[in-house]
């Protein structure tokens, strides 16, 4: 069973809407990615945080999406004007330093009509 | 171009059989490698890592890496029905906090 918790499972939303979704990530894991796979099961690396602090990000993010990882609360993927092609799974890993392996929540599933 | 190229595509194993696929890499930087497995439904669950020359084996799951050549493969010997799934291999610059490059995925069928 996962440990990393996605909030929702499943999103739908009309184009143009906002569309959030939450992670709470593994105890005592300090670092939180979010990837986004697509219908044809290829993997995107969107965001990670160390902490609360932004690692890397790709462009994508930095224009339409946003993130953050707030201390003592969920952390957060948005998309702030969802289209036809943000339609995918989005998931959320998080992982200890050096080395250590990610795990994977179940993901939300995001349709965009 | 993807960085990481899998292969084969999908395959169908006997129960009890073999299956091997496998990952190549275009990118001299990545260092570490993992191989994922992913039900339906589900998010991928990391199966092992490896990151030396050679070969890695944790219970059925055997991986071999060759870092001269970036290649990487995963065998599964004696296949359960539980073992169907798609299998990723994911690669990374180093070892902290760095996101993974996927391939592409096999999907396994084991038959029984």
């Known amino acids: 069973n996962s440990k990393v918790i996605q909030t929702p499972r499943y999103l739908v939303k009309g184009q143009g809407q906002k569309a959030k979704m939450r992670c709470i990530p593994e105890k005592g894991h300090p670092v939180v990615f979010w990837y986004q796979q697509n219908k044809n099961n290829e993997f995107k690396f969107l965001i990670n945080?160390?902490?609360?602090?932004?690692?890397?990000q790709i462009d994508m993010t930095e224009k339409r999406f946003s993130a953050e990882c707030p201390s003592n609360s969920p952390c957060s993927l948005e998309i702030q004007s969802s289209e036809a092609g943000d339609s995918a799974l989005y998931l959320c890993?998080?992982?200890?330093?050096?080395?250590?392996?990610?795990?994977f929540g179940p993901g939300t599933r995001l349709t965009v009509l | 171009q993807q960085k990481v190229q899998q292969s084969p595509e999908s395959l169908s194993v006997p129960e009890g059989g073999m299956a091997s696929f496998n990952c190549t890499s275009s990118d001299r930087n990545f260092q570490y490698f993992w191989w994922y497995r992913q039900h339906s439904g589900e998010g991928p669950k990391a199966l092992m890592?490896?990151?030396?020359?050679g070969d890695k084996k944790e219970g059925r799951f055997t991986a071999h890496l060759n870092k001269a050549s970036l290649h990487v493969s995963l065998h599964i010997r004696d296949s359960q029905p539980s073992d169907s799934a798609l299998y990723f291999c994911?690669?990374?610059?180093?070892?902290?906090?760095?996101?993974?490059?996927f391939g592409s995925g096999t999907k396994v069928i084991v038959l029984p």
């Open positions: 890592s490896i990151f030396s020359d």
């Open positions: 994911a690669a990374s610059e180093t070892g902290f906090a760095s996101a993974l490059t």
């Open positions: 945080f160390q902490n609360q602090e932004v690692l890397q």
């Open positions: 890993a998080s992982s200890l330093l050096g080395g250590a392996g990610q795990y």
